[in-house]
């Protein structure tokens, strides 16, 4: 079994459309993370949620909008694509007590014609 | 600002040889340094985690070391083997938060 699972794993879309990336972790974690990673293979960190709750939004447009429905769940919608958006967005998740491993996803390509 | 930078950027070894990785961090409070391996199209797979307290940790042919005092850490790769071309990352987490701070990376190639 897949222990953090985002889908899709590919997606092409036009400028200025709206699209949704779902991330899931059977792990049981508490906290889950979606992170960005540009053309230089830079992983920058977007937003956290622990237990449903935000607790970390980095400088991030408003175009980017999280959504935890629980805390296996955390989903990516972006409105109003940009060219700029093109990149591979991870979601990760980890558990806060103990060591706090940090387990991504296969990735989901973004690419913004 | 804390930040992690590793070095080099990029680098070409042959099948068997060893090679070494650097990290230099300038985060603080610090909790714990990891080195991660992310193959191309796949996600970062953790390698190791090292406390504080803890100068060397091995998994197998990688081998990393921490020095808290002088804020470096190195991942060795012990009898390089092709599945070793990835990137390594390193990253370090500040104590008592979510943050974990990511170094940009280094390139491994590994030719037959």
């Known amino acids: 079994d897949t222990a953090v699972s985002q889908t899709p794993k590919y997606l092409v879309t036009q400028m200025g459309n709206d699209k949704s990336i779902k991330c899931e972790q059977n792990l049981g974690h508490d906290t889950m993370y979606w992170y960005k990673q540009d053309s230089k293979k830079f992983l920058k960190i977007m937003f956290s949620y622990n237990n449903k709750e935000l607790i970390i939004n980095e400088t991030v447009p408003n175009r980017f909008s999280p959504k935890s429905p629980d805390k296996a769940h955390l989903n990516l919608h972006i409105n109003s694509l940009e060219l700029g958006d093109s990149a591979v967005y991870f979601c990760?998740?980890?558990?806060?007590?103990?060591?706090?491993?940090?387990?991504f996803g296969e990735g989901s390509r973004l690419t913004v014609l | 600002k804390n930040q992690v930078e590793q070095s080099p950027q990029s680098l070409i070894i042959l099948e068997g040889k060893n090679c070494t990785l650097q990290?230099?961090?300038?985060?603080?409070?610090?909790?714990?340094l990891r080195w991660y391996k992310q193959d191309t199209g796949r996600g970062p797979v953790s390698l190791t985690i090292m406390t504080f307290s803890e100068n060397t940790k091995s998994n197998g042919r990688y081998t990393a070391t921490l020095d808290a005092d002088t804020k470096q850490s190195s991942l060795h790769i012990t009898a390089s083997q092709l599945s070793d071309s990835a990137s390594y990352i390193c990253?370090?987490?500040?104590?008592?938060?979510?943050?974990?701070?990511f170094g940009t990376g280094t390139r491994l190639k590994v030719l037959a």
């Open positions: 990290c230099n961090y300038t985060v603080s409070p610090f909790s714990n």
């Open positions: 990253v370090v987490v500040l104590s008592g938060t979510y943050k974990y701070i």
């Open positions: 990760a998740s980890s558990q806060t007590r103990g060591a706090g491993e940090l387990f």
